[in-house]
């Protein structure tokens, strides 16, 4: 009699179990190792209640585990339980990240996480100086916007910008047959203040002066240098005798106006000359070709002032070509501005 | 139904600052959801537990549309919509909503709302149970989109998750 046959039953299940056991583990250990490819249910472990249902649950948790590490976000898990919630959240945690990133890149740099740890605070701090770039970004922007359209000196628009808003003005006033006016002045004796009083005392009187326009003129008019001490007024929405009215006020004003220096007061005064477009009956000119013109009449009439004894207001009509040829050649300043 | 007791107002919540000057208007979720619960178990009794699930939808979806309609109506911008929800929601203690997918073309969205009201901590049943909240997130999205959407729980902390997911379609998307 050989030992087997003196082995007990109850040692024998006890070793049989073990061994099923022992199987149970090498094939869940086989799903664990390679869940993408796992190995089929031994026929030994068919009667083992519960394990094909554990081993599908191990299957699609490991799955779902290895294509999430790997960056998909896109499955679902159909498994319940502490261990598939955690995965699930996981993914969630990382969904909503993704959908934060996309907001950021859409500008929306006001997103912040809260979760994930150490990730949400590089997540928050690349947020936080994109914010800052773009913000800095746009401040600098709008400065070289600033620049690009001004005038240094007197912070007035500068030519350029001056007169790509008077033609829109322009093309704006024929097409509902709005009246517009211009306005170009100039202070009178400014060489002399320069001569005088030296380029510093002549800076500080050309941005008075601005300051001192501006604070006469409405917010829809548009005032810029023209140049040196010459400065040009565009009045939408207004014709001849409100033009030379706005004028009129604009010289009363600089008359009144005293300068504080170092040395005391300096009291100055500027001629103006102002024309206007109103008459669109018959007109066959574009909006271009009248605002050329009325600038050129415009200057012709400062021209006028200044040869009667300056500090006073000329108006020339737009059709009065009495004046051509005088002038200072504004509208010749214009064509090469524009 | 005529001679109506329950129709809800804003009224009905009352000035905290003059009904609880001491206790304010913070209380222990555990009574929340004593409440919940015990009306649950009741309505459940008496109308069944497809009926309950009904009632509650519906509850949540009536709490969703007065809640939009005092806190987000003015909001015309998804993105300011869902952030002024994430902070509403955490500053008054409802939970942590986040955005899992936001498809505005086709109108379907996935939400989960973490640490929430109702089941965050329960332990762990056959269903879930956020049918309140579907009816909640549902009127939010409505009064939002002006759009009829189906808002459906998918994981639930009742189902062993950690985090309560909601899909949320438009109807006619």
Redesign the interface.
């Known amino acids: 009699m050989d030992a087997m046959t003196h082995e007990k039953p109850g040692r024998r299940d006890t070793a049989r179990e073990r061994e099923t056991a022992s199987l149970v583990v090498r094939y869940l250990a086989g799903i664990v190792h390679d869940p993408l490819s796992p190995p089929p249910l031994p026929p030994q472990l068919e009667g083992v209640e519960g394990l094909r249902e554990l081993a599908a649950s191990l299957v699609e948790v490991s799955a779902f585990a290895v294509r999430l590490a790997g960056g998909d976000l896109s499955g679902t898990l159909p498994v319940r339980g502490a261990f598939a919630g955690a995965l699930k959240m996981l993914q969630a945690n990382l969904r909503h990240l993704a959908w934060q990133a996309s907001r950021v890149a859409e500008g929306d740099f006001s997103q912040r996480v809260e979760f994930m740890g150490e990730f949400s605070q590089a997540f928050n701090a690349m947020a936080y100086k994109l914010d800052q770039s773009q913000a800095a970004l746009r401040a600098s922007e709008s400065k070289y916007r600033q620049l690009a359209i001004t005038d240094s000196l007197t912070g007035l628009y500068n030519l350029r910008y001056f007169f790509a808003i008077a033609e829109k003005e322009f093309r704006r006033a024929l097409r509902h047959r709005r009246p517009v006016s211009v306005i170009m002045l100039d202070i009178d004796n400014f060489k002399a203040i320069n001569d005088r009083h030296g380029h510093a005392v002549g800076d500080t009187v050309l941005r008075e002066f601005s300051v001192n326009l501006t604070r006469v003129l409405r917010g829809a008019d548009v005032l810029a240098r023209y140049g040196g001490e010459e400065f040009i007024v565009l009045l939408p929405e207004t014709g001849p005798e409100a033009g030379v009215a706005v004028a009129a006020k604009l010289r009363k004003n600089v008359e009144g106006c005293f300068i504080g220096l170092e040395s005391g007061c300096l009291n100055i005064t500027a001629s103006f000359g102002v024309s206007s477009f109103a008459a669109f009956s018959g007109n066959r000119l574009t909006a271009a070709e009248i605002m050329e013109q009325t600038v050129k009449r415009a200057d012709q009439a400062l021209y006028r002032s200044k040869n009667a004894g300056k500090n006073r207001v000329t108006y020339l009509e737009f059709g009065d070509a009495s004046a051509d040829g005088q002038g200072v050649g504004a509208s010749r300043k214009m064509r090469n501005t524009i | 139904m005529q001679d109506r007791k329950y129709a809800f107002s804003w009224a009905l919540i009352g000035n905290l600052d003059i009904g609880r000057p001491n206790l304010g208007p913070i209380t222990r979720l555990e009574v929340y959801r004593l409440m919940q619960y015990a009306f649950r178990d009741v309505i459940e009794r008496h109308c069944g537990t497809t009926k309950t699930d009904t009632i509650f939808y519906e509850s949540g979806y009536l709490a969703g549309k007065e809640f939009y309609g005092k806190f987000f109506s003015d909001i015309k911008e998804f993105?300011a919509f869902i952030?002024a929800v994430q902070t509403t929601f955490k500053d008054m203690g409802m939970g942590?909503v986040?955005?899992?997918?936001?498809d505005m073309e086709k109108k379907s969205f996935?939400i989960?709302v973490?640490e929430d009201l109702d089941c965050s901590g329960l332990p762990?049943l056959e269903t879930e149970v956020c049918v309140y909240d579907e009816g909640f997130l549902a009127a939010l999205l409505d009064g939002f989109s002006g759009e009829r959407f189906t808002v459906k729980e998918i994981?639930c902390?009742c189902?062993?998750?950690?985090?309560c997911?909601f899909t949320a379609e438009a109807a006619g998307g």
């Open positions: 993105g952030s942590i986040r955005v899992e997918k936001a996935v989960t973490s762990e994981d902390w189902t062993g998750d950690r985090t997911r």
